[in-house]
């Protein structure tokens, strides 16, 4: 069968997919958004799509429809210590084999403690392959934090059983190739996003927002997405451009509001707190930073390319996938105030350039990372 017509059946035949990750909808991190997002357009396509996740209380436990997904919260885990892998774990297997005679395929949205239940539950999955995809690389991701981990040899033996596993970013695949997966059983993919959803535009928050010109991020308040230096930056930002900062997302903000204050650029910096969808906020932007030590594929940085904001974001792998440097966006290879601060200020005062890394950015999005270009590349 030639490679079109095995596409062409692949597309066309009802697939029942199993989504396994920590949490799901509506708690939502990079992971667990594209679990939601991709699972959303294959239901739409008519495919069957299971989510296994943990037990929330005040949450349906048993069978509950999400936007067409099966949800299932079934995992209930004891949050003390090594009793959080053991239950966990016990958790994800006793469902899987629930479902395994109606599922065809099972996928993990994260590549640890998922990965170590699904390549144990292996003899209890005949006919059915596991394909594995961590959620991150650096320091925060997967194969680091495996590494730290106790037993970490007899746990990468686990993982190593599965069918296979899914890169999001080239970084991760480097990690994984050196734990030991086979380059036959690595496949490369992308994140997607709702190029619909976000997209350029007016925003209806224009006026309620900070004078232009205006910095967003948007993302967990986490020591992942490094803060701290963008508020460094932010004197000689605000003191040679007058912009404003804006940071959405969840989390303490008191240590950064703190910070701003004494650097004296408080009245320049807002911290909104989080909410459900940031395509206003984005779509009243005029440029997006993201300043991590550690990325996976950024939902963030998609959304931002997509609503064409000029983008400036670490060089950290992840990033490195989407941005090409004064192509797409900006990268800031150096982690230091004056680096960032140096970048912003140029595209802040050179409009022409700035106005045309985002158009690109919202072409590359379009042709490459938009969600139905990507459940195709998965299905």
């Known amino acids: 069968m030639s ?16 989504y396994v990750v920590s949490y799901f909808h509506p708690f ?35 069978e509950e429809l999400v936007d067409g997904i099966l949800v299932h919260r079934w995992i209930k885990v004891i949050d003390r210590g090594p009793l959080f892998a053991m239950s966990f774990v016990a958790g994800v297997i006793g469902a899987v084999r629930r479902l395994r005679s109606t599922i065809d395929v099972i996928h993990t949205h994260q590549g640890l403690w998922e990965a170590v239940a699904t390549g144990l539950a292996r003899p209890y999955l005949p006919g059915t392959p596991t394909l594995i995809q961590p959620a991150s690389s650096g320091y925060y991701g997967e194969a680091d934090e495996l ?45 997607g996003v709702n190029a619909e959803h976000f997209h350029p535009g007016p925003s209806s928050l224009d006026d309620a927002l900070p004078p232009h010109p205006r910095v967003l991020f948007t993302g967990r308040l986490h020591p992942q997405k490094n803060l701290p230096l963008l508020i460094d930056a932010w004197p000689e930002i605000s003191g040679r451009t007058g912009a404003n900062l804006i940071v959405v997302g969840p989390g303490d903000p008191t240590p950064l509001i703190e910070r701003a204050k004494s650097l004296g650029v408080d009245e320049h910096v807002q911290f909104v707190g989080p909410i459900a ?56 290879f150096e982690p230091t105030p004056t680096a960032w601060a140096g970048t912003l200020i140029e595209l802040i005062e050179d409009p022409a350039t700035a106005h045309r890394l985002g158009y690109a950015a919202r072409k590359r999005i379009e042709a490459e990372f938009a969600l139905p270009r990507v459940v195709d590349r998965y299905l």
């Open 277 to 332: 969808d940031p395509a206003e906020h984005l779509r009243a932007a005029d440029f997006f930073v993201l300043p991590s030590v550690a990325e996976g594929m950024s939902n963030s940085l998609l959304e931002a390319m997509a609503t064409g904001l000029t983008c400036v974001a670490s060089g950290i792998g992840g990033n490195t996938d989407l941005i090409h440097d004064r192509e797409t966006g900006r990268l800031v």
């Open 28 to 62: 939502a991190s990079g992971a667990e958004r594209q679990a939601l997002e991709q699972g959303r357009e294959l239901a739409r396509r008519g495919h069957e799509v299971h989510v296994v996740t943990r037990a929330v209380p005040g949450y349906p436990i048993e």
């Open 147 to 191: 590494a730290r981990t106790r037993g970490h040899g007899l746990l990468r033996h686990l993982i190593l059983k599965n069918t296979a596993f899914a890169a999001i970013s080239a970084d991760i695949e480097r990690q994984w190739i050196n734990l030991g997966v086979p380059s036959n059983r690595m496949f490369r993919t992308v994140s």
């Open 3 to 18: 490679q079109a017509a095995d596409n062409s059946r692949l597309h066309s035949q009802r697939l029942r997919v199993c």
